[in-house]
């Protein structure tokens, strides 16, 4: 491509202006969490790795995983593997068995699909995520007939 | 690159992500949500990594949810770089860095921990 425009703009402007609706969406989504766990999964290599080559690092790593900002990010964590995770079958599903499919009033409808699946998977984890953050971080128990432990 | 290396990648990415779903789904329920990272400590992990079944999950995991993610960023960046000899640049360094932290992963995965640091 022969182009005097530089190609971060040229892209940039077309992830933001595109209009494609629910197709266009779910592709900014599947980027965004894909490169979102990549890059918790270098950190989540590289820390579970102090535990052979220097295990009194580790005692920190997980001291900065119970902390309230890091527990939320967890929770992110768990949407975005989970928001993959759909999106990634509708998309191999469609491409590898059933490309007929990719038309698309089809996908707009299997886009909202999968959004609903994931947000049904996630929002268990989600509040049982929160209520043992609020617990261990904030001395909050929202489930005081469960006990702690 | 090859067509052929692309067109087999195609595949590979689809294939492998199918297999993630409950690869990875299972693991990130399990130690985040179900037992949690306050439950989590040197022992647990420890005592985990004893176990030769969870080291083999623990690799299949390594494996195919790192290429699978390295891959990814690779074709992203190709939407932002498109002349031939940037985007080869890219792929030499995310192969790098790519064999680097795996290598460095399964270090770990093979060493294990030391038998002291299992305290119960």
Do not use: C
């Amino acid at each position: 491509m022969a182009s005097s425009a530089s190609p971060l703009k040229t892209t940039a402007t077309g992830y933001a202006t595109y209009q494609g609706r629910e197709g266009h969406y779910a592709f900014l989504l599947h980027r965004l969490t894909g490169l979102g766990v990549l890059l918790f999964l270098i950190i989540h290599i590289l820390d579970t790795s102090t535990v052979y080559f220097y295990p009194e690092l580790y005692e920190h790593a997980i001291a900065l995983y119970r902390s309230t900002p890091f527990m939320l990010g967890e929770i992110g964590l768990v949407f975005a593997v989970i928001y993959h995770g759909v999106n990634g079958l509708r998309i191999a599903v469609t491409d590898l068995w059933m490309p007929k499919r990719w038309a698309i009033q089809t996908q707009r409808n299997a886009v909202r699909i999968t959004l609903a699946i994931s947000v049904l998977l996630w929002a268990p984890a989600a509040l049982w995520m929160t209520y043992n953050m609020l617990l261990h971080n904030h001395g909050i128990n929202l489930l005081p007939f469960i006990g702690t432990h | 690159m090859k067509p052929r290396f692309e067109a087999i990648a195609w595949r590979a990415m689809r294939y492998s992500g199918i297999l993630l779903i409950p690869l990875a789904w299972f693991h990130v329920y399990l130690q985040d949500v179900i037992v949690g990272v306050h439950a989590i400590d040197i022992n647990y992990v420890a005592v985990r990594l004893a176990n030769t079944g969870w080291v083999v999950y623990n690799f299949l995991l390594l494996a195919f949810a790192f290429a699978h993610g390295m891959y990814g960023l690779r074709q992203v960046s190709f939407d932002f770089v498109r002349s031939e000899r940037g985007r080869r640049n890219v792929s030499i360094l995310l192969l790098v860095l790519w064999l680097v932290i795996s290598l460095i992963g399964a270090i770990a995965l093979i060493g294990g921990a030391r038998p002291e640091l299992i305290t119960h």
